[in-house]
Structure formats: structure tokens, C-alpha cells
T-cell receptor
Framework: GAVVSQHPSRVICKSGTSVKIECRSL??????MFWYRQFPKQSLMLMAT?????????EQGVEKDKFLINHASLTLSTLTVTSAHPEDSSFYIC??????????????FGPGTRLTVL | GQQLNQSPQSMFIQEGEDVSMNCTSS?????WLWYKQDPGEGPVLLIA?????ELTSNGRLTAQFGITRKDSFLNISASIPSDVGIYFC?????????????FGTGTRLQVTL
């Protein structure tokens, strides 16, 4: 159990376009979802935290107008990278936390989305 | 943002050897977690530690929550080729708004036959 999926797994886009990444909790309700970014050979850096039905909380240095997050339901959060540029190329990973088997604080991670901006 | 320091940064070991890695922080955490990440994949939770001093095992993996709440270690016994990957520690503060994870810098493990 506690499966989190992401779609797409890989995306290549042209500079200036927008890209939407979906994160779904498949067998539990995620009260909170997190979005991370990971550059090659680096650790995961938290971008933002989103709670269902409310605005996301962004980490310092992350542009909220560039990285739009929508957490419209307890099983779906989306990250839209607007006007993407080559420096936005990275591995984007979501995680979800919610009620599952009594463990309310454990984060379960998705498989990641590799974004390449040409 | 803050990162936890992990050591070693990378290690090459032979199959069958035991592995030890640790994670230190300048801040106190109430929960320590250890994840493994394979190339092109998301992190997978290996062990979660909830009490200072706690020692927990999961198969060949053993992890301890440091008594000061500022460190943790992970041991892997009798390593096998599929142990290859990057191991991340993560610290978590209180529940609620402070419950986000802070990740370590990672330890890259390579196992030779």
C-alpha cells in the first residue's frame, strides 16, 4: 500500500512553454503533498507544501508564480512549471502524507518526473 | 535551505561487507528517516525512527536515533549488489506545520562483486 504515482515520468519541452506534472496517491487520502526538486548528484530540496483545498506554502527562493501548485482533491496535486527555461530542467518528485494504517506523518514518494527544457 | 551532513559521501565496498553511514545535524529532530534512491526513481523509505536512542532493524538494515536527537546512523550487513544506490537520511520536526522533511546530502554506495 501507500503508492504514489506521477505523470508524466519524462517530459521534454521547448523554452517558454508550460508543463504540468500530476501527483496522485493511489490507495490513501493525502491530506498534505510536497513537491521537491533534485538536480543531478544532489539531494532533494523542498519546493512547496500543499494542503488539500488551500494555497501552497512555498520555500524561500521558490517563485510561486513560476511553479503553480494545485491540490484540488485528497488524491491529486499538480505542479505547473510556467514559461519553462533550460535552468528549470530537473527531476521533480512529489510525496504524499495522510492517514494510512495509522501512520499519519510518513511521507511516501512518487517515482519522479524528469523535465528537460530545450 | 538546511541540509543534513552525511558521511561518507560515497563508498565502494565488496559484496558481503558491512556498511556504516551516518547523518548529523545542528538542529534537533523528533523523527529520523532513512531512504534509498535508485537512479531515476523516487526515494523509498527503509527505516523510520521515532524515539531518541531507538535502535530499529529491517532485515539486513539497522538504524539508530542518536540520543542527542541530532544524529543517526544506518548499518547494512552482508551487502549485496542490489544495495547499490544513494542513501538519504531525513529529519522531521514536530507534527503540523513543522513536519516537513530536511534531507541529508546523501551517501552513494557502490558494491563490487
Amino acid at each position: 500500500g501507500a503508492v504514489v504515482s506521477q505523470h508524466p515520468s519524462r517530459v521534454i519541452c521547448k523554452s517558454g512553454t508550460s508543463v504540468k506534472i500530476e501527483c496522485r496517491s493511489l490507495d490513501f487520502q493525502a491530506t498534505t503533498m510536497f513537491w521537491y526538486r533534485q538536480f543531478p548528484k544532489q539531494s532533494l530540496m523542498l519546493m512547496a507544501t500543499s494542503n488539500e483545498g488551500s494555497k501552497a506554502t512555498y520555500e524561500q527562493g521558490v517563485e510561486k508564480d513560476k511553479f503553480l501548485i494545485n491540490h484540488a482533491s485528497l488524491t491529486l496535486s499538480t505542479l505547473t512549471v510556467t514559461s519553462a527555461h533550460p535552468e528549470d530542467s530537473s527531476f521533480y518528485i512529489c510525496s504524499a502524507r495522510g492517514l494510512f494504517g495509522g501512520l499519519t506523518d510518513t511521507q511516501y514518494f512518487g517515482p519522479g518526473t524528469r523535465l528537460t527544457v530545450l | 535551505g538546511q541540509q543534513l551532513n552525511q558521511s561518507p559521501q560515497s563508498m565502494f565496498i565488496q559484496e558481503g561487507e558491512d556498511v556504516s553511514m551516518n547523518c548529523t545535524s545542528s538542529s534537533i529532530f523528533n523523527t529520523w528517516l532513512w531512504y534509498k534512491q535508485d537512479p531515476g526513481e523516487g526515494p523509498v523509505l527503509l527505516i523510520a525512527l521515532y524515539k531518541a536512542g531507538e535502535l530499529t532493524s529491517n532485515g539486513r538494515l539497522t538504524a539508530q536515533f542518536g540520543i542527542t536527537r541530532k544524529d543517526s546512523f544506518l548499518n547494512i550487513s552482508a551487502s549485496i549488489p542490489s544495495d547499490v544506490g544513494i542513501y538519504f537520511c531525513a529529519g522531521q520536526g514536530d507534527t503540523g506545520t513543522a513536519s516537513k522533511l530536511t534531507f541529508g546530502t546523501g551517501t552513494r554506495l557502490q558494491v563490487t562483486l
